[in-house]
């Protein structure tokens, strides 16, 4: 124990997923967590990408992405 970094430890210890709340499907156990989420807001995605083949070995691509998340007052 003494050649462990103590650091090391504290990384390892760190609970990097929830625990599982039911048992999740038959035989795999997958989708073992099931939580309620805060319902509302509004949410608004635009994506744009555009093509252009300028010659036989020269492409070029553009791409925007804009998102907007709007909470509910209240």
């Known amino acids: ?5 103590p650091v090391a430890l504290k990384y390892i210890a760190f609970p990097y997923h929830a625990l599982p709340t039911d ?3 038959a035989n795999t156990h997958n989708f073992n967590f099931n939580r309620n989420a805060a319902t509302g807001g509004d949410n608004d995605q635009i994506n744009v990408r555009g093509d252009y083949q ?3 070995k020269q492409r070029l691509l553009a791409r ?8 509910p007052a209240g």
Not at 1 to 5: L, V
């Open 64 to 71: 925007f992405t804009r998102w907007n998340s709007v909470e």
């Open 54 to 56: 300028m010659s036989a």
């Open 23 to 25: 048992n999740g499907a």
């Open 1 to 5: 124990m003494s050649r462990i970094s």
